[in-house]
């Protein structure tokens, strides 16, 4: 009788453990899955953070339809990123190349929903890159064209070679944990490319090649929007664990230190270069300093965070420079903050690994990742807006660039009284000179 009890209580401690443990996992789970959707609302939050910094850089005649290509392609993406875009990415890859499956997910677990919500959100971030680059001189159709085709291939096959773990550069150990070449590199190698095939916004350089200033109309909006993609930043790396761990706090305290090492050293370079201080220059040193730890944020001590959210902004003021030497009209610095200070941070990744720094190997993978990004992504994009161009016309007639796009692409007027006339831009009137001769 004495043995049946015991063994009865033994019996009850062990499905009690039991049911403990499930009941702890279950919980685990849970708390892994808010954790990812709340970082996905985060990282969906950037969206306005561009819009407002992407409006605010373009002049009032043209601030209603920055704001629609962005609202236009995460809604578009969205859907073409669910349909084509994640199954290519995250799908069976025997190739190494792409993804084979997990298209149109409807019935699948809720771990692979919040997974797919998450991702959705990157693949938005990288198609709304170029909007900035390209703003202003764009057709609106022709743009969500290009959206739709970066979204459905260009950035997801790329992704699958580093992010699925069948990749050919996942399995070389390639390093970017939250994105600074499979986001924001693709998205500005695209914006390269589009920049190219439209050429610069009327009146942006005189005869002599030099450039002329066309001033943001709302410098406000440009601090606003900065500070909201900062913030949505701590979702964007933090939410890349994909699970609620203590690697978090690491993750986000090198991206606030990146982000701020960043501002702080493109101020500095313009006080020795003795140039103005900037509101523009500052900001977009901030999202370079953030665009750079991107990559190496879960594998860096804080210190070498610092250097390479420093270096990062150095980057971008200078890379902004460079573009405008080769005549290049990038209208809010896309090219220099997501694809120069992107490249620089997935090597920085490579340089400061903290488990083996300044590893040769590790080096040359990750120099082996950005030209592989670089080649795939620009040349492909280089087609498709070249083709867009001969189908259909990527860009706006002089007359309506002349205008606004806000009145001739949409038939609305974000700021009525900056369009009658009264208030003018040198360089607008210059352009208008030009075109009349």
């Known amino acids: 009788m004495k043995k049946a009890k015991i063994t009865l209580t033994l019996s009850t401690l062990l499905f009690s453990s039991l049911a403990f443990a ?70 069976n890859n ?17 771990t692979s929903y919040g997974v797919l919500l998450f991702q959705t959100m990157f693949a938005a971030t990288a198609v709304t890159i170029a909007s900035g680059a390209m703003a202003e001189r764009t057709r609106f159709d022709a743009y969500l064209v290009g959206a739709v085709v970066i ?53 942006r350089f005189d005869k002599s090649g ?15 929007g900065g500070f909201i993609l900062w913030f949505g930043w701590f979702g964007f790396n933090g939410g890349s664990t994909l699970s609620a761990s203590a690697d978090i706090g690491l993750i986000n305290l090198n991206t606030q230190l990146a982000a701020a090492a960043g501002a702080s050293a493109s101020m500095l370079l313009a006080v020795a270069l003795r140039k ?67 490249a620089w941070g997935t090597l920085a990744a490579g340089i400061f690994y903290a488990d083996s720094m300044f590893d040769a190997k590790i080096i040359t993978v990750q120099l082996i990742g950005i030209a592989a990004c670089f080649v795939w992504t620009f040349c492909c994009a280089i087609i498709m807006y070249f083709a867009i161009d001969i189908l259909m016309g990527l860009r706006a007639p002089a007359q309506h660039e002349q205008r606004g796009l806000d009145l001739s692409e949409h038939a609305e007027i974000g700021y009525p009284e ?14 208008n000179m030009d075109l009349q001769r």
């Not at 025997?94 to 809720?110: A, E, K, R, V």
């Not at 030099?210 to 606003?224: D, M, Q, S």
């Open 151 to 203: 979204t459905a291939i260009i950035y997801p096959i790329f992704g699958s070679w580093v992010w699925n773990a069948d990749g050919w550069l996942a399995k070389m150990g390639f390093i970017d944990f939250a994105g600074s070449t499979v986001v924001h590199s693709v998205g500005a190698w695209c914006a390269l490319a589009g920049v190219i095939i439209l050429g610069p916004r009327l009146g």
């Open 210 to 224: 030099k450039p002329r200033e066309l001033r943001g109309h709302n410098l406000t909006l440009v601090a606003l």
């Open 94 to 110: 025997p190739s190494g190349f792409m993804g084979t499956d997990l298209f149109l997910i409807n019935d699948s677990d809720p």
């Open 22 to 91: 499930d009941d702890i996992a279950d919980l685990t789970g849970a708390t892994n899955m808010v954790w990812l959707v709340t970082a996905s609302a985060l990282v969906f939050l950037m969206q306005a953070g561009f819009a407002l910094l992407e409006s605010g850089m373009s002049r009032s005649k043209n601030s209603l339809n920055v704001v629609m290509k962005n609202y236009m392609d995460v809604c578009i993406g969205t859907l073409i990123f669910w349909a084509l875009g994640y199954g290519l990415m995250f799908g």
């Open 418 to 431: 900056f369009n009658t006339g009264s208030i003018a831009y040198t360089a607008d009137r210059a352009a």
């Open 276 to 342: 103005p201080i900037l509101l523009t220059d500052t900001v977009n040193g901030s999202l370079a300093g953030l665009v750079a730890i991107t990559a190496g944020c879960a594998s860096m001590l804080p210190g070498y965070a610092v250097l390479t959210g420093a270096i990062g902004g150095v980057v971008c003021v200078l890379g902004g420079q460079l573009m405008l030497k080769m005549h290049l009209d990038d209208v809010v610095g896309a090219v220099s903050v997501h694809g120069f200070a992107g």
